[in-house]
């Protein structure tokens, strides 16, 4: 049986979450997208000082998903002013990342690692946790509702030139 273990990142970890940003994005969402709007995304999105100032936030907090040792995956979450929509209010802990490596996929980490949100969500004394999925994610909404998360809205996404929509999805405690 793999080891799998949890761990909170801290501000040495940046240069390991900027790598594993870029490569699950890309590898998750590269093929139904057109590469210059990837491009601009990741460029925009995903650079050192962007990482650190995520690290650093007090609202936010990461976490890597590790199997014998090795990064599988990793967690972002927000409360507060950091969560990237107020539009379901402050009682809300949202999942704003999170990323399984193709090749840990379909090995229950994800949902490890939902489990967690859910665990910090009530250390929090958040009343629910929630998260925005791009409409055309078909697998992760799936994986979604089956960790017992629903739809409840929508907001727009911008990848690059093309504007995009996200379900919004909800898990009440
Ligand atoms: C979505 C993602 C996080 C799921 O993680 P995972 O580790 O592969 O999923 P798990 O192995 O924990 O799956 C947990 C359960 O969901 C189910 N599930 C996983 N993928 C599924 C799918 N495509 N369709 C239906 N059910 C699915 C599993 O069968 C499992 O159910 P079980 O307990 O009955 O066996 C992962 O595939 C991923 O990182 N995808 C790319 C990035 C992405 O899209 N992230 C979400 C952005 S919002």
Avoid at 79 to 102: H, M, P, T
Wanted: with cysteine; net charge negative; aromatic share 12%.
């Amino acid at each position: 049986m793999p080891n799998i273990t949890i761990q909170p990142l801290t501000i040495a970890d940046a240069d390991e979450l900027l790598f594993i940003s870029k490569t699950t994005f890309i590898t998750a969402f590269g093929h139904q997208n057109n590469a210059a709007d990837m491009e601009q995304y990741i460029t925009e999105a995903f650079t050192q000082q962007k990482m650190l100032a995520e690290l650093d936030n007090r609202c936010s907090a990461f976490f890597f998903a590790l199997v014998n040792n090795q990064t599988a995956g990793y967690l972002k979450l927000n409360w507060d002013d950091a969560q990237s929509d107020g539009q379901l209010g402050k009682q809300g802990l949202e999942i704003e990342r999170i990323y399984v490596l193709a090749e840990f996929q379909g090995q229950h980490i994800g949902k490890l690692l939902v489990d967690h949100a859910v665990n910090f969500c009530r250390q929090q004394n958040k009343a629910f946790v929630w998260l925005g999925v791009w409409t055309k994610n078909q697998k992760a909404i799936q994986f979604y509702q089956k960790n017992g998360f629903n739809i409840v809205g929508s907001h727009p996404f911008l990848l690059g030139q093309d504007p995009q929509t996200d379900y919004l999805m909800q898990k009440m405690l």
